[in-house]
């Protein structure tokens, strides 16, 4: 399996605090995301990144902010907690296969989210 | 990116091939299609991509048509374990980040 943790991987906060969620990768690839994911829904991409501060928006970015100091850690900011983001965020690393030209995608274990 | 189209739901019994269809009818040349899988409460799992020729590897076969329009992703002796949401997904390989765009998937359930 991939190097990736994410932590915390369960957390219940209040409307309106700050929440970080960490992704930490051990593969050294370039390319890191954060997803959300809700009941009926597939992943929505949040942010990524494709470099140690080189980070841009997904489809589902409003309320989110996203840092990458250092090519393992791609941190996620909810910069005041609101019921909506409610959900398990997953985080994912790439980076392309010389062998086979593509950019396969490994996802770490999920963090739950509850904003009360 | 192309859009996909898949069966909601499906069954398969133990220890038979399930096989998973996916329309992509306006895929485009340079797109390559993926099959990720999600078993409950896990993160997604890659499991194979292709281009243009049938692709296999360890977990499955990609059987894509001559048109490129869709493609079958093959579980030659399902389990209970691969019982999970399959994700079918197209994308252009390169760029600046390999952005995928899940669907909601085909529900496989594996039964004894």
């Known amino acids: 399996d991939a190097g990736i943790t994410q932590s915390p991987r369960h957390k219940v906060t209040e409307t309106g605090t700050p929440v970080t969620l960490r992704c930490h990768q051990t593969e050294n690839h370039r390319y890191m995301y954060w997803y959300r994911q809700d009941p009926g829904h597939g992943l929505r991409l949040i942010h990524y990144s494709y470099g140690v501060k080189d980070t841009d928006k997904g489809e589902v970015s409003d309320g989110y902010s996203v840092s990458r100091s250092k090519t393992e850690d791609f941190l996620l900011t909810l910069e005041s907690a609101t019921s909506s983001q409610t959900s398990v965020y997953f985080c994912?690393?790439?980076?392309?296969?010389?062998?086979?030209?593509?950019?396969?995608?490994?996802f770490g274990p999920g963090t739950r989210l509850t904003v009360t | 990116d192309a859009k996909t189209t898949q069966p909601p739901s499906m069954d398969c019994a133990e220890g038979r091939a399930a096989n998973l269809p996916c329309n992509h009818s306006t895929i485009s040349g340079n797109e390559y299609v993926y099959w990720y899988r999600q078993i409950h409460s896990q993160g997604p799992q890659y499991i194979i991509h292709g281009l243009k020729n049938n692709e296999t590897n360890e977990m499955a076969s990609l059987i894509i048509t001559e048109d490129r329009k869709s493609s079958t992703l093959i579980l030659p002796h399902a389990t209970l374990r691969d019982t999970a949401v399959y994700y079918c997904i197209v994308r252009v390989a390169g760029g600046t980040a390999s952005k995928l765009t899940f669907g909601t998937g085909t529900r496989l359930q594996v039964t004894l």
């Open positions: 994912a690393i790439s980076e392309q296969n010389q062998a086979s030209y593509g950019y396969e995608q490994y």
